[in-house]
């Protein structure tokens, strides 16, 4: 298994800091946000990697390689782009953004 440690310590930090200068009047942090409803009516929700405090800008941050360490096309990789394209498209925020790095 891959260690995400670096992502998740050093580059998504990095990258809320960039949004919050980019949109000076907000905060960004790691926050669920609403994406619809369950089958029992009560709101599902998805941890979005930056999130501003209004939630009215919601970003998924994504940190992916190209290949796979064997050389391999990154079936899973974009798979998980779409899947973070999903979400967001779900989400009820007025700005909502993909952030490749």
Known sequence: MADYTVVSKK??????NW?????????????????G?????????????????????????KSHSGKTKGGNRPDAKIAKLYQAIYFLS?????????ILT
């Open 11 to 16: 580059i998504e930090p990095y990258v809320r």
């Open 19 to 35: 949004l919050a200068q980019k949109f000076p009047s907000h905060t960004f942090a790691e926050t669920p946000v609403a994406v």
């Open 37 to 61: 409803r369950k089958r029992n009516g009560e709101p599902a929700y998805h941890k979005f990697d930056a999130v501003s405090e209004d939630s009215s800008i919601v970003a998924s941050i």
């Open 90 to 98: 779900m989400c009820a925020a007025s700005t909502r953004a993909l």
